[in-house]
């Protein structure tokens, strides 16, 4: 049994159901516990549901947790493949739609992190009418603007592109130990350079990558997203709609990816927001996930 | 015996002769033939020595041709790894005045590409009283300034910024298939997109990355000149020495990386300079040998 196989076993133990809806024409994976209102977490790259792990089980005793695998990850479909491929954030959005249509939500919080963030913008964009709220944690935005690729952030930012070419899943496919190194690096970095973090999670990370395609079926964000990447460091991108629903951001103050100081222009997108500077890196939600959870209680209960 | 290893057997057999000198703390493999004025070829990444050979047999009839591994390369030394390690530019401009001081070259033709032009602008700048003229092809320049980052040319430059992680390397060569994968998208992208340019070389270079931690001897200059670019990029590099001796620039019409439009501000660098586009990308000098080969000679016989 491999790592990732034992961990389910234990999720089963623990009460987490699994299942799969048809949506937007692929298989969407997702895990869900607890009952009361609904909350959708959204996770990010290199991530698959399992991040959500800790927070789907504190929340589950007050609300109905759904995590899904998003499209190109964990067991969920893949999007088709190439520059002309479907996984960009819209598509994203239309997959969540169909969930939590399928599901029967009528109305329920976004939350979300990293490529999950970008896939709540876009949900919140287009189906304003379905959210209570949005819960972020440190979020991609296009406020960033021209400052993600500016020249000190590149040692950051290269993945985004080397993820772009055609054999890059190849490469770090390679074998396990390619993937382990390379999937590890992006884990242990943006936890504030803390392996204590993902320490017990990195042989499950390395299977989930090494199986159904998954290296490719992530980097498919990367290539999907490309064209709208450039418009946005280009500071070229049309203001999207802004987001009226009630907003939480909870941002890593240590977050070498996206800077918490590169949150100074949420207002141009974000009507009403709220924002708090949490004492981790990117992986706010895996670092201090206690934490994390008392902050997403606290914010759906007042609304 | 390895593809490099029959390659170096026909090199001897067309009269390059190899040998070593003691430079600036490392061992610096060169090849040479051919007698008259002498001529140094600095090579770039991901190359070695050999990428001169069908120039080096052609002008061996009218020069000195004498063609290095840089130090990282092929046969030559290592640099220290680090962030504080000694592959920077000028280090190399250094291993080259030791070279040809031990040669007894007095007045010297130096020719550049890539690294390599990093290397002859070093050179020039630190012992121009040396050089009778600079020979150059698509030559990464301050000049270049921010445009070398803009948005739509990072995925062009992100390895610059992956061979800087300390286990790019290991990734890279974790087999000869990673190996070749890796190498051979820059040396086909970077050839107009041809692979028919390197196809008989791809199994050499592959054995020449594979031996002597040839990998991360050329990641070294990435790390090592992080900072120098990271300036150039913020267009905050300090103003070097105009370089007077007479300079000939032989530019690739299709560089993906080095556009020939970016050349406009080489008046900024160069005081008696010459360019001429050609036709062909990156690897002037390996796409189209025998007309690089005639504008060296012309240009070397009218100083």
Redesign the interface.
Known sequence: MTALEQAMQHCRAEGIAFDRVRTNGIDMFYARKGGGFPLVLLHGWPEFWMVFRPILNTLASDFDVIVPDLRGCGDTGKAKAGPDGDAGAMTHAQDIKGLVDALGLEKFGLIGGDLGAYVAQAFAQTYPDRLAGLFFFCTPYPGLG?RY?Q??H??E??????Q??P?AA???G??R??CR??IS?FLNHWSDDNPAVFQDMIEIYTDNFMKNDNIQGGFDWYVSS?KNR?LW??EALPQPPIIEAPTYFMWGKRDPLIRPEWSDKLGDYFSDFTIRFADAGHFVHAEIPDQASAEIRTFFDGI
């Open positions: 021209k690729a020249p000190d590149l040692t930012v290269w993945y985004q592109y080397f772009q070419v054999w190849e490469l770090v390679a074998s130990e390619t190194t390379y690096h490309a450039q460091i280009e």
